[in-house]
């Protein structure tokens, strides 16, 4: 069976742009013909300093997220990274895989590491062998992502090459990244050229999955718009980013293509489309944000979840990282 893999970091807050690029797809997987795993990626969180407390809040808060979502942990294998220690034996193998020349190449390190990257960890630096650890240490074949992860699956895909050419197997899978919706790339609602990014300092720059109705519509009337009217076809969106970025959410939210929210809207000034957004933003996320404070109620809960999905996955892993060990040479236990 084609299976799904896909994961999200525990640092800081779950935001629209991971709803709407990545969570709304791995539940329309879920249950089809694919097998679904998702992973709360605490490894990856760690590539920057976070403080333990919060780490471990954060960890249970997503898949709360997860799960008010639509997620369902019989339906998907939920699992904690850091649970499945296959995950980072794997990367290890694939640190010896991948070339200094294809991991310097990555943009999301440049732009993560800054001006100093001297000073940035060695597991920054590192992050996408373990991202191509997650994902093939389960063979999964489908990786549903948001357009900035593009990069990362294309090194996925060059790493298991590489890895089935230098020993001589077709062992890895090529994975498909799976980019789709009307929103995937969501935009800061402060800066059309940056995207919404649980690191950006402002939190006016985002819609969290936990804010509630008032926040939600406050931080829409205040997004920074242009002052023309939205135009009746998508073309006339084009060089305006800010008005392109709320009609996409628009879109998405509302499960529908541009050119048929402009249909609806062309004409309208931002002081009337605002308002429509925010309702609609309001009825699609409120419940999801009531429903993970319910489940937070109940962490032990969470932690059952966590470790049960986390089983399941080994069952998957185990097997995989033997016959990868077997394959590069290392004695098996006896
Ligand atoms: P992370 O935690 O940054 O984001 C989780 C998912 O949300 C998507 N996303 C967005 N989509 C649209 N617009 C945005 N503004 C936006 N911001 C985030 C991301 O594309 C992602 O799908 N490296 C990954 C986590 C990861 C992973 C993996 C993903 C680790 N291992 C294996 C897939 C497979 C990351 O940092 O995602």
Redesign the pocket.
């Known amino acids: 069976t084609p299976r799904v893999?896909?994961?999200?970091?525990?640092?800081g807050n779950l935001?629209?742009?991971?709803?709407?690029?990545?969570?709304r797809n791995w539940v329309r997987m879920q249950g089809s013909e694919f097998e679904t795993i998702y992973?709360m990626?605490d490894l990856?969180a760690i590539t920057v300093w976070q403080d333990p407390a919060e780490l471990r809040h954060a960890t249970r808060e997503l898949c709360a997220g997860y799960i008010a979502s639509g997620l369902d942990p019989e339906k998907s294998i939920l699992i904690n990274?850091s649970q499945v220690p296959e995950h980072a034996q794997l990367a290890w193998v694939f640190n010896c895989i991948a070339r200094m020349g294809w991991m310097q190449r990555m943009t999301?390190f440049k732009d993560k590491a800054g001006k100093n990257a001297q000073n940035a960890s060695l597991g920054l630096f590192a992050?996408?062998a373990?991202?191509?650890a997650?994902?093939l240490v389960y063979h999964?074949t489908h990786?549903?992502?948001?357009?900035?992860?593009k990069q990362?699956?294309e090194l996925?895909r060059d790493i298991a090459i590489k890895f089935n050419h230098d020993y001589g197997v077709d062992f890895f899978p090529v994975t498909e990244p799976v980019?789709e919706g009307a929103?995937?790339?969501?935009?800061?609602l402060r800066d059309g050229s940056k995207?919404?990014?649980?690191s950006d300092p402002s939190d006016a720059s985002?819609i969290n999955m936990t804010d509630d109705a008032e926040t939600i519509a406050k931080k829409i009337r205040k997004a920074k718009t242009d002052p023309d009217a939205l135009p009746s076809e998508a073309k006339g969106l084009e060089d305006r980013p800010e008005a392109r970025n709320l009609v996409d959410i628009y879109a998405a939210l509302s499960d529908q293509n541009v050119d048929q929210v402009l249909a609806e809207v062309g004409g309208k000034q931002f002081g009337a489309f605002k308002p429509m957004l925010a309702e609609l933003a309001v009825e699609k996320l409120a419940p999801i944000a009531t429903e993970m404070a319910r489940l937070m109620n109940d962490q032990t809960e969470i932690d059952r979840i966590l470790t049960r999905g986390s089983e399941r996955a080994r069952a998957i892993t185990a097997p995989i990282l033997r016959q990868t060990y077997d394959i590069i040479g290392m004695v098996p236990p006896v």
Do not use: W
């Open positions: 893999f896909s994961g999200a970091q525990p640092s935001h629209l742009g991971n709803y709407l690029g990545a969570l992973c990626v990856h990274q999301q992050y996408p373990l991202m191509a997650d994902i999964a990786v549903p992502v948001g357009e900035d992860q990362h699956l996925t980019i929103a995937t790339r969501v935009m800061s995207k919404m990014s649980k985002r």
